[in-house]
C-alpha cells in the first residue's frame, strides 16, 4: 500500500460570483499516519482546502476549479463526494449542521450502516466512537438537548466510526473545554499512528495541535506560504506570524470600580427536562464597566446561564433582575442570517442606518465585505459580522456565548481591545472555553462546575 494518501496539484478555486479566489496554485502531498496542521488568518482559505480534500468543492460548492486533487488514487473531479465515504470524514466548523438525526446513537450509526456494515458491527463502533471522545453517556440522549460542545464531541464520534484514512477536522476543539480538547487531540494522534490515518487539522486556537502534529501549512490569501516540519514551522510562525505561537498578553484595563448593577441573578434554577436540573441555586451580577468571563465543562449549563442573563430564557427558580437592554451573540451566529447583504445585516437592528452598519463592519475588520452575502464569508468572519449587528445596537448588556469560534489570534487581540474600550458603558457576559483569550480581558473570571455550581475562577 502506497504510503500518500491524497496529492493536491496547482489547486485554484473561486467561489461562484466571488471576484478573489479562495485558493490559488496550492501544491502538496498527504500520507498515512501523519497529522497536518492547516494554519491562517480568518479568510485564508483553510475550510476550503478541506472541502476539496473531501470533493465538496466543487461538488457540492460549485465554483471555479483548475489543478487536481486526488484522495487514495481517485481523482475528485470525476469521483462524488459520496463515493468517498468511508475513506473521507470530515468534522465541519458548525457541529450543528451537520446532525441528521434526533438519536445520539442513530446519528453516529448513520455512517457505518451507509457503508454496509452488519448491525452487530454498527453498534460496535458506535460504543467505541463514543468511549474514544469520552461521551458514552450522551449514547441514549437527544440531539436536541446537546450543548455546543457535546455536540461537537457527538460529531467527532461519527467521524471516527467511518473508521476513515484520511479524516479532516475543521476548527474541531472550538467548543470543547480545555481538558476535552487536549483529550481528543492525544486520541487523533494515538489514531493517526495506530490505524495509519491521515489527520489534516484546522485550528485557531494552535497551542495544542502544535505539539501532535508532524507538519504545519501556512495559508494567506489561498496561498501556501509554508509546508514544513513542526519544527521549522515553530521558527518560521516566531518570525512571520508571531501572534501564532506567543501567548496573549492582558488587554489594558481601565482604572475604577465598576458601576452600577445592569443585571443580578439569585438563586437561579433551571431545568430542560423535569428531575435534570441544568443550574441550581446560582447567583451572579453583572455591573457596568465591568466584563465577566464564565468558564467550565461542556455541559455545565453556561449557555443556559448566558440566556437567562439576556432574558432569553425565563428562570424557573430564583430571580433575575436587569436593567437596560440586552445584546446577546450565539454560539452558531450562521444559522440566523437573514439578509442578503453584510451591511443589510448589521443595519437590520439599527433602523436600516447603512452608515452606522458600515463603521461596524470597518471596526470589526470586515471593510469591503459591505455588499457580499453573509454565508459567503468564512467562519470567523461570520462570527465578527454576528458580534458587529450586536454592537451597533449599544445594549446595556453584552452576552457573548463563545465569541473567538474561527477567528484567528490577531483578530482576538483586536477583539479584546475592542470590548474593553467600549466596556465602561456597559456590562459584559463572556461566556468562552477560549481560557487564554477570556483571562486577558476579563476583570472576573467565574465557572460552572457540575450541575450548574458556581466557583470562582
Not at 460542545?149 to 467521524?159: F, P
Not at 437592554?325 to 433602523?351: F, K, M, N, T, W
Not at 475592542?418 to 487564554?436: N, W, Y
Request: glycine content about 10%; aromatic content about 4%.
Amino acid at each position: 500500500m502506497s504510503a500518500q494518501i491524497a496529492r493536491v496539484e496547482k489547486l485554484a478555486f473561486a467561489y461562484p460570483e466571488a471576484t478573489a479566489a479562495a485558493l490559488t496554485d496550492v501544491s502538496l502531498e498527504l500520507e498515512r499516519g501523519e497529522v497536518v496542521l492547516v494554519l491562517g488568518r480568518s479568510g485564508s482559505g483553510k475550510s476550503t482546502l478541506l472541502r476539496a480534500l473531501a470533493g465538496l468543492v466543487p461538488h457540492f460548492h460549485g465554483g471555479r476549479f483548475s489543478g487536481s486533487v486526488s484522495v487514495a488514487g481517485c481523482d475528485t473531479r470525476s469521483t462524488e463526494p459520496a463515493a468517498l465515504a468511508g475513506t473521507v470524514a470530515t468534522l465541519f466548523q458548525d457541529p450543528e449542521d451537520q446532525i441528521v438525526f434526533e438519536r445520539v446513537a442513530s446519528e453516529i450509526a448513520f455512517g457505518p450502516e451507509n457503508l454496509g456494515l452488519q448491525p452487530g458491527e454498527v453498534t460496535e463502533r458506535v460504543a467505541s466512537s463514543l468511549a474514544a471522545v469520552g461521551a458514552e453517556h450522551l449514547l441514549e440522549r437527544s440531539t436536541r438537548d446537546l450543548s455546543g460542545g457535546e455536540l461537537q464531541r457527538v460529531c467527532l464520534a461519527s467521524a471516527l466510526a467511518l473508521e476513515p484514512q484520511l479524516l479532516l477536522l475543521d476548527e474541531p476543539t472550538s467548543q470543547l473545554d480545555p481538558e476535552g480538547a487536549e483529550a481528543f487531540l492525544e486520541l487523533v494522534e494515538r489514531l493517526a499512528r495506530e490505524r495509519g490515518m491521515a489527520v489534516v487539522l484546522s485550528e485557531q486556537r494552535p497551542a495544542l495541535p502544535l505539539e501532535i502534529c508532524d507538519r504545519v501549512l501556512f495559508l494567506e490569501r489561498g496561498r501556501l506560504l509554508l509546508d514544513a516540519s513542526h519544527a521549522q514551522a515553530v521558527r518560521w510562525l516566531e518570525e512571520n506570524a508571531p501572534d501564532f505561537v506567543e501567548p496573549f498578553e492582558s488587554v489594558t484595563r481601565q482604572a475604577g470600580d465598576p458601576g452600577r448593577a445592569i443585571c443580578t441573578m439569585e438563586g437561579v434554577g433551571y431545568s430542560y427536562r423535569p428531575d435534570t436540573p441544568v443550574l441550581e441555586n446560582v447567583s451572579l451580577e453583572l455591573r457596568c464597566g465591568e466584563i465577566v468571563a464564565l468558564a467550565g465543562p461542556n455541559g455545565s449549563g453556561k449557555t443556559t446561564l448566558a440566556k437567562l442573563a439576556c432574558g432569553l430564557l425565563e428562570a424557573q427558580a430564583g430571580q433575575v433582575e436587569r436593567w437596560g437592554r440586552a445584546g446577546y451573540l450565539s454560539q452558531d451566529p450562521g444559522r440566523y442570517v437573514v439578509c442578503e447583504r453584510a451591511e443589510d445585516e448589521v443595519a437590520l437592528g439599527i433602523e436600516g442606518d447603512l452608515a452606522r452598519a458600515r463603521r461596524w463592519l470597518d471596526e470589526l475588520g470586515l471593510g469591503g465585505s459591505e455588499r457580499r452575502h453573509p454565508r459567503d464569508l468564512s467562519s470567523g468572519e461570520r462570527e465578527r459580522l454576528a458580534l458587529a449587528t450586536v454592537l451597533a445596537t449599544e445594549p446595556d448588556l453584552l452576552v457573548l456565548d463563545e465569541p473567538t469560534r474561527g477567528v484567528d489570534p490577531r483578530r482576538k487581540r483586536e477583539l479584546g481591545e475592542l470590548l474593553r474600550a467600549g466596556s465602561p458603558g456597559r456590562a459584559t457576559l463572556l461566556v468562552s472555553h477560549d481560557l487564554a483569550f477570556a483571562r486577558s480581558i476579563a476583570d472576573r473570571v467565574v465557572s460552572l462546575a457540575g450541575e450548574g455550581v458556581l466557583v470562582g475562577a
